[in-house]
């Protein structure tokens, strides 16, 4: 994947966009699709930004649905590229995604999207705030040595206006239904993809086992869905302990 290097926004330019948004989402939104323009070569690339303050996710914003879908999968299993780069501040390159080791059940979880590389970047922010530049390609191997810097060039060109907007914005709350129903569709997608992993079985068939399983127990999908995660952490937990 051959990145394009001629246009590179300006501090002018990064600056008009942090003006121009009435809020960090708007902010947020504008810098991952500079982003993906910017380092978009002959194949598409598609970015998100994820952003988290004071250890709670913040604002995700990305520059096409799949990117978006791609996020919110890690943030429902907690664990992933880029939540990897983000929090332990290194670059993060998975060549093949279905055939990497370290997150088999966030590639369970996405492998209908078609992606099939990510590189993940920290961006370099503020104390109490934490970010980074996702990238996702569907091809295998799509980020080469000159791909990776392009993106750490990136990233620090982009850091100063992110740690600027930051400041300017503070954290934006999301009404509490939309946080519970966010959470909930979370919580059901993380187990859904469990299902599917223990019964290799489709997404359809996956929901109508938890949709079974609620009717029998008379309690609600999301509890279910809680359930399931609940034991499969103490199955871990118990298998690292032996």
């Known amino acids: 994947m051959a990145p394009e290097t001629d246009d590179a926004p300006t501090a002018e330019q990064l600056q008009d966009l942090l003006l121009d948004s009435p809020g960090f989402t708007e902010f947020l ?10 380092l ?15 250890g709670s996710p913040a604002t995700v914003a990305s520059s096409g649905e799949e990117a978006l879908r791609m996020d919110e999968k890690q943030y429902a299993f907690d664990d992933g590229p880029c939540l990897t780069a983000l929090r332990e501040q290194h670059t993060v390159l998975v060549p093949d995604l279905l055939n990497d ?17 990510v590189l993940a970047v920290p961006i370099r922010t503020d104390l109490g705030a934490a970010a980074a530049l996702n990238c ?8 080469d040595a000159a791909t990776i810097a392009s993106v750490e060039e990136h990233t620090d060109s982009i850091s100063r206006i992110l740690r600027l907007a930051l400041r300017v914005h503070p954290a934006e709350i999301y009404p509490e239904h939309l946080r ?3 959470k909930s569709r979370a919580v059901i997608d993380a187990a859904v993809s469990l299902v599917m992993l223990q019964n290799r079985c489709s997404r359809d068939q996956a929901m109508e086992l938890l949709h079974l399983a609620a009717r029998a127990s008379d309690n609600k999908l999301h509890t279910i869905a809680a359930d399931i995660r609940t034991s499969r952490r103490q199955g871990l937990t118990a298998t690292r302990e032996e």
């Open 101 to 117: 080791s370290r997150w088999e059940r966030y590639a369970q979880a996405v492998s209908g999207e078609g992606i099939r590389s």
């Open 136 to 143: 996702y390609a569907r091809s295998t191997d799509a980020f």
């Open 180 to 182: 519970s129903a966010l």
């Open 40 to 54: 978009g070569g002959r194949d598409p690339m598609l970015c998100a930004i994820t952003v988290e303050r004071n």
């Open 29 to 38: 939104l504008g810098l991952t699709t500079i982003s993906a323009s910017r």
